[in-house]
């Protein structure tokens, strides 16, 4: 089992920043690749970045690709999304998750654990 709890969200004009962190307790969090997603009201939960095992490969969703940035400190046991240049349409319930893999996944169904949550408003 892995226990995942998200922090760091909240309101932020456009154009401000945030950084999300995920805090993971149990299985060996530091041996899988893990990912963050989102969903807005009304609409399907969507990949925003993954980040593999070791930290050296990272994947972004085009929408957010030279915003944010993904990464893992795993001596911390803890990755973290930094998010700038934050645009309204940005506003979602952000999820990390860990993948029971050996790579990046981007498909939330290949994804075995994940947090409850976090959300993020931008106003604009």
């Known amino acids: 089992q892995v226990q995942l709890e998200e922090s760091g969200g909240g309101l932020v004009q456009a154009g401000g920043s945030l950084r999300l962190s995920c805090a993971a307790s149990?299985?060996?969090?530091?041996?899988?690749?893990m990912g963050w997603f989102r969903q807005a009201p009304g609409k399907e939960r969507e990949f925003v970045a993954a980040?593999?095992?070791?930290?050296?490969?990272?994947y972004y969703a085009d929408s957010v690709k030279g915003r944010f940035a993904i990464s893992r400190d795993n001596a911390k046991n803890t990755a973290y999304l930094q998010m700038n240049s934050l645009k309204p349409e940005d506003t979602a319930v952000y999820y990390c998750?860990?993948?029971?893999?050996?790579?990046?996944?981007?498909?939330?169904?290949?994804?075995?654990?994940w947090g409850q949550g976090t959300q993020v408003t931008v106003s604009s």
């Open positions: 998750a860990v993948a029971l893999s050996t790579y990046i996944r981007i498909l939330s169904r290949e994804y075995d654990y």
């Open positions: 980040i593999s095992w070791s930290g050296g490969s990272t």
């Open positions: 149990g299985r060996t969090f530091s041996s899988y690749p």
